[in-house]
């Protein structure tokens, strides 16, 4: 939890804003000026100007009881109708009235939600495993570091001016959904309580993966490495050119090795400082697990007779009433939370077997394959940045494939963004489609281009290979198609694609 002085502060910059967005929803400040303030507090306006977005910020995707009747107040006494889960773990707040932001931005301090620096040239929300402290198969919990990180970030946001955003993540070592191989800083939790530290990568527009520069970071040190790489970025950033003002793009400046030599030689310095020695303890599980309980949206925790279950609702897009839902359950459960995955899913843990099946009760309204299970950012409808309606595409192609009975399995969970930053993570999914345009009869049509091949697996992260370009109203018949061939041979995804790349390179074509 922020400081009193830093909350005040910030409750001072949103009475400011008030008059800002005041002005542009008058028209006296232009989208670009206005974007470029606005930003700083987490909220754009939509395609349509008299709408607006609020990004919450909530760290590691931890929402709380606090902030889950946040959420529900929101829908109760403003009228919030969309919400939206992020692949950054957060939520979106959509279609806002411009009176009503900054009153939604100051009524989330009390909730421990902040959006400062939701959005423009800030640090992000910080990301770490979802199921991190509960996981099967962990190095160690992330959790109290991950806020730690997220703490000093905020505490420091007014005071540096990088060229563009800087995301970090924190892995527990057991996935890598949060895709630490390649962010902007990605800590992986080794077994001996030390990080393996990754920098420099990111998705969108010169993707790259990131740099390997220390395979032994001392838990107590993560706030070093983190200044120097905001240190590292703000001398060797492009401050010029927005396209390529992301960290990634100073491996094509520094070189590999220049970058992590100067990133290292920052770390030195800033140790020399010192003051950002971190001490934190994990909070153990201590609720007794019972009873027995397996299924599609069931994961055994590593406490014995503890569940957690998995809540997709379909697109990311957060039903309104589903807060409010969740709250109840959370408040009838003992020790039960709920978190946000970076595949706008939410985890419900510290269940047991009896508390589980009411949690998959209470949530059968979301998705009930792999497929649908699918990541698509808000689409062009109503991001003004966006190309393609990713949503639309998305609804489109999971009722085909229901209408069309294709077993579970038979297709991956694909990411489809409607513009190239890859808000979906499309360039890592096996699967994925970025907006885009096609010419038909010489005029263009809405269309999306396929990657294939991604993968975020721990220890095998890999991007996929940019390939055809397929009409958006062909999307639906291309995935029952696909579906259906790998049904007919009693198989999964997984395995069919390994052996049979010329049949689904004949499907895609068809499609081409």
């Not at 971190?278 to 503890?306: C, D, F, M, N, Y």
């Not at 359950?329 to 020790?335: A, G």
């Not at 409808?381 to 639309?392: E, K, N, Y």
């Amino acid at each position: 939890m922020m400081n009193e002085k830093w909350e005040e502060q910030f409750r001072e910059q949103i009475h400011e804003f008030v008059g800002t967005i005041e002005k542009f929803d008058k028209g006296e400040i232009d989208r670009k000026a206005y974007k470029g303030i606005s930003g700083g507090f987490g909220s754009y306006a939509q395609h349509d100007p008299s709408k607006h977005m609020l990004r919450l910020r909530m760290a590691g995707g931890n929402l709380t009881e606090k902030r889950l009747e946040f959420l529900a107040e929101a829908v109760r006494d403003y009228g919030v109708e969309l919400m939206k889960l992020t692949t950054c773990e957060t939520v979106q707040l959509h279609n806002l009235k411009a009176e009503q932001v900054p009153v939604l931005m100051e009524k989330a301090i009390a909730s421990e939600i902040y959006s400062r620096g939701g959005g423009g040239d800030n640090p992000r929300n910080i990301m770490m495993s979802p199921l991190s402290g509960v996981q099967k198969g962990e190095a160690f919990d992330v959790k109290p570091y991950a806020e730690a990180a997220a703490e000093y970030l905020l505490s420091i946001a007014g005071e540096i001016h990088m060229p563009r955003k800087l995301k970090v993540a924190f892995s527990n070592g057991a996935d890598d959904s949060v895709h630490s191989a390649f962010r902007d800083m990605g800590f992986m939790a080794n077994p001996d309580g030390t990080f393996t530290l990754r920098i420099a990568g990111g998705l969108g527009g010169g993707y790259k993966m990131g740099i390997l520069v220390d395979e032994h970071v001392a838990a107590t040190e993560i706030l070093y490495y983190i200044r120097a790489m905001i240190e590292t970025f703000c001398q060797h950033g492009n401050y010029e050119n927005r396209a390529k003002a992301r960290t990634r793009f100073m491996q094509e400046t520094l070189g590999t090795d220049g970058l992590k030599e100067a990133f290292l030689e920052n770390v030195a310095k800033v140790k020399e400082k010192g003051g950002l020695d971190l001490h934190v303890e994990a909070k153990p599980v201590t609720k007794k697990g019972s009873g027995e309980i397996s299924g599609k949206r069931v994961v055994a925790q590593k406490q014995p007779g503890l569940y957690a279950v998995a809540y997709h609702p379909i697109g990311g897009c957060l039903p309104a009433g589903k807060p409010a839902e969740l709250l109840t359950l959370v408040r009838e459960i003992p020790d039960a939370e709920c978190r946000i995955a970076p595949y706008e899913t939410i985890y419900i843990i510290n269940l047991t077997a009896d508390e589980a099946k009411k949690v998959l009760e209470a949530t059968n309204d979301g998705a009930q394959s792999t497929f649908e299970n699918s990541v698509a950012c808000i689409g062009a409808a109503i991001c003004q940045q966006g190309v393609r309606d990713s949503q639309a595409a998305l609804r489109a192609a999971v009722e085909a494939v229901r209408e069309a009975g294709i077993p579970d399995g038979a297709l991956p969970r694909i990411c489809i963004s409607g513009c190239p930053s890859s808000c979906s993570g499309h360039q890592a999914a096996a699967i994925g489609f970025q907006g885009a345009a096609k010419s038909v009869d010489g005029k263009p049509e809405s269309a999306f281009k396929m990657f294939v091949g991604g993968s975020d697996k721990l220890g095998a992260a890999k991007f996929g290979e940019a390939g055809a370009v397929i009409l958006e109203r062909d999307l639906p018949k291309f995935f029952v198609d696909l579906g259906k061939a790998v049904a007919s041979r009693n198989m999964n995804w997984e395995t069919w694609i390994v052996g049979h790349e010329d049949e689904f390179k004949a499907i895609v074509e068809k499609y081409a």
